[in-house]
C-alpha cells in the first residue's frame, strides 16, 4: 500500500530558513473533487530580495567547491526523493489531479535528474582549444551566482529537478517559484535539499504569484540568469526584463505540435502513441500531439477506429489505478477548456467524440473534462493555432507531402512532432523539414534527460538537459597562455 502524503506545513523556504510566507495566502485545491487541501502564504519582494542576498554569499564558497565534491550533494538529493518517492508522488497527484502512475514517473525522473547530473559534472572537462599562435588556449566555465527558477504546474517536481539539478552542478544558488496552483510538492522537495545537507541559502523556495514573487526575480540585480517554463505570453514578458538587465534566459513555452500518421504505418501503434501523446497528463502538456494530420485516403477508417478508442478511455481519481484521464488541475482552467471546445463548435467543428463534462456524482465536484476530438475545421482556425491544453484533439487531412509539412509548420509554436511510418526514408526527410525541437518517429511524448531538449520559434530560447545541460548555468571563460620567450615585437 502508498504511503500517506505528508502536506507540507505553511512555511517557505528563504536562503535555508523555514518560516510562513508573509504575503498573501492561497488555498491548495484537489482538482478531483473541489476539497481544501491546506493553505500556503506567499513569498514577497523582500523575501526574493533576502533569498538573492543570502544566495550571492552562499554561492561564492559553494562555486569554488570541486566538482566531485558538489556532486556528493546532488547524489544525496536524489536518495532522499527516492526514499520519499511514494509520499511525494501522492502529494502531487493531490496537489495537481494527475493520476499516481504519473506522479511516481515524475518523482522518478526528479531524482534520475538529480543523479545524472552529478555524473555529468564529475566528467565535466574544460577545454584546451586548438592553437593558433605562440600561445596556449583554453576555456573554462564559471558559476553566474544566483539563478532564478520559474516553474509549472502541470510537472512540478520534475520541472524544479531540472532546472535546480544543473544550476547547482554548476556552482550557482537557485532561487525557485513553484507554480501558484500546485506549490505542495516544491515545498516538499526543498525539505529534502534542506536534510541533504546542502549548505543553507543555495536554495530557496518561494511559492507566490507570478506578478509578485516571479517578478520580483526576474528583475533583481542580483540574479545572473531565469530559467522559466511555462506560457509563451510570460516568457516574451520575462525575455523582455531580461533584455534592460542583459540577463540570459532559458524560456521552454508553449506548443501546438503536429501528429503525422502516414499511409504506411501501423494503425495499431499509431492510435496508441496518439491517444498517448495528447490525452495522458489530461492533455495538459506542453508537447501535447493536439494536431493530427491524417492522408485523406485512410483517414475515414483511421478515425473510426480512433473515435471507439478515445470513448473507450477510462476517466477517474488520479488515485485510481485504473484511471488513464484524471481531472484538470483547477476548475478555472477546466472552464477554459470548455471554452475552446464549444468555440470550435460555433466556427463549425464537429465534435466526434468527448466535447463537455463527463456525468455522474464522481464527477459533480472535480475539475474533470472528457477526452474531445474535433473534426471539420482549417489548420488557420483558432482550435488549431491556439494551446489550448487540455484533452482536445484537432483532426486535418492532407494529400501531399509539401502541403502537410507546410501546414505542420504553419505554427507560431515549434516544439514537438510526432511521425507514424514504416518507412525510414520518409520518416528522415518529413522529419527533418518539420520546425521543431523534438521529433518523435513511431512513438510520442518520451523523455531522457541525456537528451537536449529546446524550442523553435515561440517554443521557447536555450536549451535544457543533456550533458552541456550545467554549461547553460554557467559563465565561458577564455585563458590565453602566452609562450614566447622574447617580448612583444610591436613595443620595440
Avoid at 566555465?141 to 509549472?152: F, M, Q
Avoid at 501535447?288 to 478515445?310: N, T, Y
Wanted: contains cysteine; charged residues 20%.
Amino acid at each position: 500500500m502508498l504511503a500517506e502524503a505528508v502536506v507540507p506545513a505553511d512555511e517557505i523556504l528563504v536562503a535555508g530558513e523555514w518560516r510562513r510566507g508573509s504575503g498573501a495566502e492561497s488555498k491548495s485545491i484537489d482538482p478531483a473533487d473541489g476539497s481544501v487541501i491546506t493553505t500556503v502564504h506567499h513569498a514577497t519582494a523582500e523575501d526574493v530580495d533576502e533569498a538573492v542576498s543570502r544566495g550571492a554569499e552562499a554561492s561564492a564558497e559553494w562555486g569554488r567547491r570541486l566538482p566531485h565534491e558538489r556532486a556528493r550533494h546532488l547524489h544525496r538529493i536524489a536518495d532522499g526523493i527516492e526514499g520519499a518517492a511514494e509520499r511525494l508522488a501522492r502529494l502531487q497527484t493531490r496537489d495537481t489531479g494527475k493520476t499516481l502512475k504519473e506522479t511516481s514517473a515524475l518523482v522518478a525522473s526528479a531524482a534520475g535528474t538529480f543523479r545524472y547530473m552529478a555524473a555529468a559534472l564529475e566528467t565535466f572537462d574544460e577545454e584546451l582549444t586548438a592553437p593558433r599562435g605562440s600561445s596556449l588556449t583554453m576555456s573554462v566555465h564559471e558559476p553566474i551566482g544566483v539563478v532564478g527558477a520559474i516553474t509549472p504546474w502541470n510537472s512540478p517536481i520534475a520541472s524544479d529537478a531540472q532546472k535546480i539539478a544543473p544550476a547547482l552542478a554548476a556552482g550557482n544558488a537557485v532561487v525557485l517559484k513553484p507554480a501558484e496552483w500546485t506549490p505542495l510538492v516544491s515545498l516538499a522537495l526543498a525539505r529534502i535539499i534542506t536534510d541533504s545537507g546542502l549548505p543553507p541559502g543555495l536554495v530557496s523556495v518561494l511559492p507566490g504569484r507570478g506578478s509578485v514573487a516571479g517578478d520580483a526575480i526576474v528583475r533583481h540585480p542580483g540574479v545572473g540568469k531565469v530559467s522559466f517554463t511555462g506560457g509563451t505570453t510570460t516568457g516574451r514578458l520575462i525575455a523582455h526584463a531580461a533584455a534592460d538587465k542583459l540577463m540570459p534566459v532559458t524560456l521552454e513555452l508553449g506548443g501546438k505540435s503536429p501528429t503525422i500518421v502516414f499511409e504506411d504505418a501501423d494503425i495499431e501503434a499509431a492510435i496508441a502513441g496518439i491517444l498517448f501523446g495528447i490525452y495522458s497528463s489530461s492533455g495538459q502538456s506542453c508537447i501535447a500531439g493536439s494536431r493530427l494530420f491524417l492522408p485523406s485516403a485512410r483517414a475515414e477508417e483511421f478515425l473510426e477506429r480512433l473515435v471507439k478508442a478515445v470513448a473507450r478511455l477510462r476517466i477517474g481519481h488520479g488515485l485510481d489505478p485504473a484511471t488513464q484521464v484524471a481531472p484538470l488541475v483547477h476548475h478555472r482552467h477546466r472552464d477554459s477548456v470548455a471554452g475552446h471546445v464549444e468555440r470550435a463548435r460555433a466556427a463549425g467543428g464537429e465534435v466526434l467524440v468527448g466535447g463537455g463534462v463527463p456525468e455522474g456524482d464522481v464527477y459533480a465536484d472535480g475539475a474533470y473534462y472528457l477526452p474531445t476530438v474535433i473534426a471539420g475545421l482549417d489548420n488557420s482556425s483558432p482550435t488549431c493555432q491556439e494551446e489550448i491544453f487540455g484533452p482536445v484533439l484537432s483532426v486535418l487531412t492532407y494529400d501531399d507531402e509539401d502541403d502537410l509539412v507546410a501546414r505542420a509548420n504553419d505554427s507560431v509554436y515549434g516544439l514537438a512532432c510526432g511521425l507514424w511510418t514504416r518507412d525510414y526514408r520518409t520518416a528522415w526527410r518529413v522529419a527533418r523539414r518539420i520546425d521543431a525541437g523534438t521529433v518523435w518517429i513511431n512513438t510520442y511524448k518520451q523523455f531522457s534527460i541525456s537528451t537536449p531538449f529546446s524550442g523553435m520559434k515561440e517554443s521557447g530560447l536555450g536549451t535544457e538537459k543533456g550533458r552541456r545541460g550545467i554549461a547553460e548555468y554557467t559563465r565561458q571563460k577564455s585563458l590565453y597562455w602566452g609562450l614566447d620567450e622574447a617580448p612583444h615585437p610591436w613595443a620595440g
